[in-house]
């Protein structure tokens, strides 16, 4: 009888990547130096290794099929798998869950000492009894919903489950844009602005000033980041709730932006003109082990 197909999404350690891949004479100096810049890549990355070992040995020991991935931002084929399992951080199943239109992800933080793993439920001590209630399909699971990215009426994602940053290409310049929601339309200056579903409502978006959804919300949240107004002037759209059938457009008034979609990895280019919007994926993202109680919500933005 032929074992679970899973696919593990691992992480490359930041010392995996400079010190043994790349032998960066630069990291490596402030290695041996005790530099307080890298004072625990050591230490987590062998917590990590550890951790991956151990996922690897669970796996074996059940006789799953496992297909690695050894980098998360890569593409990858979740069509005849029946889980994915990501051994990581937050930033790991961010960057996985871009490949997952209907499979459940399970996501094991490698290193809790040194990592929040905020979506990350499991980790080396609870990882045998999550793996088996996975594959079992008796896990706690939410279904968190995602959004869906437009550029001139192209389709850049339909799973960004974190946030969308809409900003000009360099951090020191100013952000020029027309906002449109519903009816209203407003010209802004400002760092930018950030725009996500309720998963991500606990991060940059909260930062920014946001509030934390419920994880039961279908609404998406826009945030602008510092805006820019002139003496007597006012903005109206700066901190808005976005219902499920309604959506966000926004027409750049800059030669050089870009969108960043749950962090680093995933940009797009955006030009002078260009019409960006945001809406509710039809693809929501299935996550395994994560309990509701870990997510208290605050009163809701107007």
Aim: proline share 5%; charged share 20%.
């Amino acid at each position: 009888m032929t074992g679970p197909h899973v696919i593990l999404v691992a992480k490359k350690s930041a010392y995996h990547r400079y010190v043994e891949q790349k032998q960066d004479a630069h990291t490596q100096a402030l290695l041996k130096n005790a530099d307080p810049a890298v004072a625990s890549w050591l230490a987590s990355h062998e917590e990590h290794e550890r951790t991956l070992g151990e996922v690897k040995a669970a796996l074996a020991k059940i006789g799953a099929k496992v297909t690695l991935r050894a980098a998360s931002h890569t593409p990858f084929d979740t069509s005849e798998a029946d889980l994915v399992l990501t051994v990581g951080g937050d930033g790991t199943l961010l960057s996985a869950s871009h490949n997952v239109r209907q499979v459940p992800v399970l996501g094991v933080n490698s290193s809790p000492s040194f990592s929040v793993g905020f979506f990350c439920a499991a980790n080396s001590v609870s990882l045998g009894d999550m793996l088996a209630d996975a594959l079992a399909d008796r896990s706690e699971r939410v279904v968190l919903t995602r959004m869906r990215v437009m550029l001139n009426g192209e389709l850049v994602s339909n799973r960004v489950l974190n946030e969308a940053l809409y900003c000009h290409a360099s951090p020191a310049a100013t952000s020029r844009y027309i906002l449109e929601v519903s009816s209203a339309s407003e010209e802004q200056r400002s760092s930018g602005f950030w725009v996500g579903p309720a998963a991500g409502s606990t991060g940059a978006l909260h930062s920014a000033g946001g509030s934390v959804l419920p994880l039961s919300a279908h609404e998406l949240q826009l945030v602008v980041r510092e805006p820019y107004t002139p003496a007597g002037q006012r903005y109206e759209l700066l901190k808005l709730i976005i219902p499920e059938n309604e959506h966000v457009a926004v027409r750049s008034k800059m030669q050089d932006a870009s969108m960043f979609l749950d962090g680093p990895y995933k940009r797009a280019a955006v030009r002078l003109g260009d019409i960006a919007s945001f809406s509710v994926s039809d693809e929501p993202l299935t996550l395994l082990g994560f309990s509701k109680r870990r997510f208290v919500p605050s009163p809701a933005v107007r």
